[in-house]
């Protein structure tokens, strides 16, 4: 019987369909659970709370031919088909509703070998159901470097399909990820299991279907797989390059950009030099990160900043910057002194002008990221809501340069170091990448990777901004969508490229900014998933552009605001968040002395109440 829950419910699937899909898949040994078993919920949640869809069965594969069946199972009933592996997707392109979900955790192998194949003589087998965080441990950077997710979480699998950035510094010096992968093993549409490199594709299972087919533009699996891997297949196995050499750890810099020629200095930084990889990273962080000491330094950070604003009498709040040694020969650690003293000699203006502490500075700022990414690594999935942006191969800042400066939420000359908390954001980073890439790799030199790379336009730019938040019916989404629009607009007519695990959510020409040659891709597709079997939002041969979740928002893109409506703050809008008596609030309050909720008009540098007023009856209460 064939089954057809992507057009009837969840509800007729379970009781139609069910007893068919579930016949099928007790020919694999893998876990099958149904909606309501046991660590059926656990399995299905993804990072991004967002992501609610109920799949109608979910599979864990213990081997390859579990996935076969796994596969020709979904195809034979009809069923959609979903794979995840680390489930870090900042959209839900990894999990259908009502469909088949398929959980490569299982497939997790963390092996170090020397082999030919490798440029370097080593590389490194790895199962897509590994994290990042896992494979940093098992080759450690202070002997090994390799691109690599630069949130631990991040699952190895998706990293690599999807191309495979980290713009702290391994992008410039070694490029993409994908770029390293010298061999795969992939299970494709039909059931049958293959070994993928640059010059062929070699099926050993079953026996009646093994044969080598030997790559041609129409059929060449090894391109497209590395970059928009998940439309083409289900890869059980990457063979990675590494390097026998340091990965180097950024120095975190402070420095003024209060103009136009102050990010032009940035920029003019990166071009100048084939020693430093150069990112803007900035955070917005409130009461986020909660391990002990690195929770007591958020809560100053933003009395910090807004103390070096005004003791230096400057326009706009200090901006960070990681700039790393990317030089052949680069240690574990990049001399922040150094660095910063490259970053004055092209004219980017310091916050710190001594030795001393601009080495304090990285230090201890050194020590809160590294506390920062082992807290990330055991984030609870489902737990935050995430909302994204990325456009990439800039030309410069002009797109989004005036948000950078004047932006009420994340300019660098806010009013309100935490008015990005106004809007329940818990936490987002925004980061503006400067290419300066030094190689290549043999293998993607004579095989280049799928990703729209943009090699010929050398010192572009690139800038995303993430934002993570616990509450559904949140307004951060909004202020993403809102700078997001602007800078679409600002850039119209314009050539920009996206990163396909950023998903664009918009744009009706995704596919040609996501890949170099998408003409190339859909006849790979037509060769090796002609039924489109693999697809999802946005990927190889689809149609569908609503890759982002609606939060249950309305789609004004305008902010809420809360006003005060009596008292001596009357007719103004309340500040999120603040502080009273030892406690943090993000919405109004019944506390002590008021006996009906209310909320500050005004507060100091560390949150503190200034003047209040009783809120309005629409106003949210905490």
């Not at 579930?22 to 659970?33: C, E, I």
């Not at 010096?173 to 299991?193: Q, R």
């Not at 980061?431 to 890439?437: A, P």
């Not at 149609?543 to 409506?565: E, H, N, R």
Request: glycine share 8%.
């Amino acid at each position: 019987m064939l089954c057809l829950p992507a057009i009837l419910t969840l509800t007729w699937c379970l009781t139609v369909c069910q007893a068919d899909i579930v016949s099928d898949l007790a020919q694999q040994s893998g876990t099958v659970y149904l909606p309501g078993d046991s660590g059926f919920e656990e399995k299905r949640k993804v990072m991004n709370a967002a992501c609610t869809a109920q799949p109608a069965v979910i599979v864990v594969p213990n081997f390859d031919q579990d996935v076969s069946t796994i596969i020709k199972a979904a195809k034979a009933n009809n069923i959609e088909l979903s794979v995840r592996s680390g489930g870090h997707s900042y959209t839900c392109t990894n999990i259908k509703e009502g469909g088949l979900h398929m959980d490569m955790r299982s497939f997790n192998k963390l092996e170090m070998v020397d082999t030919t194949l490798s440029p370097t003589g080593k590389a490194l087998k790895l199962g897509p159901g590994r994290m990042w965080g896992d494979v940093l441990e098992f080759a450690p950077p202070t002997k090994y470097s390799y691109p690599h997710g630069q949130c631990r979480s991040v699952g190895v699998g998706g990293y690599l399909l999807g191309g495979g950035v980290n713009w702290l510094g391994t992008y410039n010096k070694y490029g993409y990820g994908a770029e390293h992968v010298l061999k795969m093993k992939v299970v494709l549409a039909d059931g049958s299991v293959a070994w993928v490199d640059k010059d062929k594709t070699d099926i050993f299972y079953p026996v009646a279907s093994v044969r080598t087919v030997t790559h041609t533009e129409s059929n060449n699996l090894f391109f497209a797989l590395r970059g928009a891997g998940s439309s083409f297949g289900v890869v059980t196995e990457f063979l990675y390059m590494i390097n026998q050499a340091p990965e180097s750890d950024p120095a975190v810099l402070l420095c003024w950009v209060e103009s136009e020629a102050d990010l032009t200095a940035i920029h003019n930084a990166a071009k100048a030099t084939n020693d430093y990889s150069i990112t803007v990273s900035q955070e917005f962080a409130n009461e986020f990160w909660k391990k002990e000491l690195t929770q007591v330094v958020y809560e100053l950070y933003p009395g910090i900043m807004e103390g070096l604003k005004n003791i230096n009498f400057k326009s706009g709040y200090p901006v960070p910057l990681t700039v790393t040694d990317i030089r052949v020969n680069s240690a574990h650690k990049t001399d922040a002194t150094k660095a910063s003293d490259y970053m004055k000699s092209q004219g980017v203006r310091m916050v710190f002008e001594f030795d001393l502490t601009t080495s304090v500075f990285h230090n201890f700022a050194e020590y809160l990221y590294g506390n920062n990414m082992v807290e990330q690594q055991n984030w609870e999935a489902g737990k935050y809501f995430l909302t994204s942006l990325n456009f990439g191969g800039l030309k410069d800042t002009s797109s989004f340069q005036e948000i950078f400066f004047n932006d009420p939420s994340f300019g660098v000359k806010r009013s309100n170091f935490l008015e990005f908390a106004s809007h329940e954001c818990d936490y987002c980073f925004w980061m503006i990448h400067y290419r300066n890439r030094q190689r290549v790799t043999t293998v993607a030199q004579a095989s280049p990777i799928s990703t729209n790379t943009e090699l010929q336009d050398e010192h572009v730019l690139d800038t995303n901004i993430v934002c993570m938040f616990t509450k559904a019916n949140a307004d951060c989404p909004n202020i993403i969508k809102r700078v997001k629009s602007q800078i679409e607009t600002n850039l119209a007519g314009k050539s920009y490229s996206k990163y396909a695990n950023f998903p664009s959510c918009s744009e009706s020409d995704w596919a040609t900014r996501y890949w170099r040659n998408y003409t190339q891709l859909l006849d790979i597709k037509s060769t090796w998933d002609p039924a489109n079997q693999f697809h999802h939002c946005q990927s190889v041969g689809s149609t569908d552009i609503s890759c982002c979740p609606d939060y249950g928002l309305a789609t004004s893109g305008q902010a809420k605001t809360c006003m005060g409506v009596e008292g001596p703050g009357a007719g103004q809008p309340c500040v999120f968040p603040f502080s009273y008596l030892g406690n943090s609030y993000t919405a109004c309050t019944t506390a002590q002395p008021f006996n009906r909720a209310w909320c500050p008009t005004s507060v100091g540098i560390y949150g503190d109440v200034k003047t209040w007023a009783y809120c309005d009856q629409s106003c949210p209460t905490q």
